[in-house]
C-alpha cells in the first residue's frame, strides 16, 4: 500500500475526524477513502461506510489505532465494564508515551508494538512505565513474539504478553504481575492536572498550602512526595479512574464493533 493511502487510513481514525463523524460532517480525505474502499457508498451511511474502512485496516494494515480499538473492545466492552473501568491514551511518563492505561481495581499500561513497529525502544519505555504504574504489559503479533520473548527477558520484570492474531482475538501469553520497584512519586506527581493533585493533598492533610501563586505548585508538590508512595498511589489511581467520567457516553455510543 502506498505512504499517502496510508497516510489517509490513518487520518480517518483519529479523534478530530471520528468528532466529525458524530457531528455528521465529513472532508476531502475522507471522500477519497470511501471512494477507493467502499462500495455503494451513497446506499450506506457513514456507520456502515466507517465499518467497511475499518475491515481494510483489519485485513492489510494492523496499524496502531486498530491495535487499541481492539484492546477497547475486547477488555473494556469484552471484561470489564465501562462504567467501572476508565482508559486513558497517549499518556506521558518519563520520556515516554503510554499507548493505552486501563484502570480498573489496578491500572496496566499497555504498550503497542504494531507489525509497523521495532522493539528499539521497548526497554527504555518499560522502564519509565514502571516509575508510574505496576503492571506494564506489551501487546504485539505473532510472528513477534519470540524476538519481544528475547527484549523482556534481559529487561528481567514482570512485563505480560498478549499477541493480537490474523482472526482478531487477543492471546494471552503470561499476565502481567505486580511490580512496585521503580515507582517514582515525581514522575507520578506529573501525571496529575492541577486539580487532581489538590484534591489528594486536601484529602490527605486536610488543607492546601497557602502560599503565593508562584510558590504554589512547588509547595503541592512537597506535600504530594511526603505523602507514603502506597498510598499516594492508590490515591492516584482513584483520581485518574474518574477523569474520563464525562467521554464515557460519547465513546458506548460510538465505538467500532
Known sequence: METN?????????????????????TDNVYSSVVRRYTSNADQKNNRELISEIYCELKNNYRNEYFYKNTLLNKLLLGVHSVNTTTALTEVAIAKSKADFVLINGKAVVYEIKTE???????????DDYYKA???????????????????????????????LRKNG?????????RYIGDLDKEIIFKLLRKSEYESIIAQ??????????????AACKKLFLQIPIEESY????????????LEKEEFVRFHTN
Open 5 to 25: 493511502k496510508m497516510s489517509n487510513l490513518n487520518r480517518i481514525f483519529t479523534r478530530n475526524m471520528l468528532r466529525h463523524f458524530i457531528d455528521g460532517k
Open 204 to 217: 490527605w492533610y486536610g488543607y492546601l498550602p497557602e502560599v503565593t501563586q508562584f510558590k504554589y505548585y
Open 133 to 163: 504504574f505496576d503492571h506494564v504489559a506489551v501487546v504485539t503479533y505473532e510472528r513477534n513474539l519470540q524476538q519481544l520473548q528475547k527484549v523482556l527477558e534481559s529487561i528481567d520484570k514482570p512485563v505480560g504478553i498478549y499477541v
Open 116 to 126: 509497523l513497529d521495532n522493539l528499539d525502544r521497548l526497554s527504555s519505555q518499560i
Open 169 to 177: 482475538k487477543l492471546g494471552t501469553v503470561r499476565k502481567p504481575q
Open 234 to 245: 492508590l490515591y492516584v489511581l482513584r483520581i485518574l479512574k474518574k477523569r474520563m467520567q
